[in-house]
């Protein structure tokens, strides 16, 4: 990919939601607003998305069992570069190019 389309491609991320993994196994799922030339990651709304130090299951309220986890609301994030490990971008089947909502 050369510079404009690279360029074009992050213009077209813009105010859309990611979820952002790290190197520590957290999660960061907010609105992508900016990155820069250390690959560092601005996400606005953001919630943290932790996996407990202490693995539990829990029930849920239709009978299911899931493994517990922590979360909280950070709001504005700087996600540093080298800490990234993954980048995915959300979207749902109504965004997703050649599917519309019948």
Request: proline share 5%.
């Amino acid at each position: 990919m050369d510079q404009p389309q690279a360029q074009a491609y992050l213009s077209s991320l813009l105010n859309k939601t990611l979820r952002v993994h790290t190197t520590d196994a957290r999660l960061f799922w907010g609105t992508f607003k900016c990155t820069d030339a250390d690959k560092n990651v601005v996400l606005a709304n953001t919630y943290e998305y932790r996996q407990p130090s202490a693995p539990r299951l829990v029930d849920g309220p239709d009978g299911s069992t899931a493994q517990d986890g922590t979360s909280r609301y950070l709001g504005l994030v700087v996600v540093p570069g080298r800490h990234i490990a993954r980048m995915e971008l959300e979207e749902f089947a109504s965004q997703v190019a050649g599917l519309g909502v019948m």
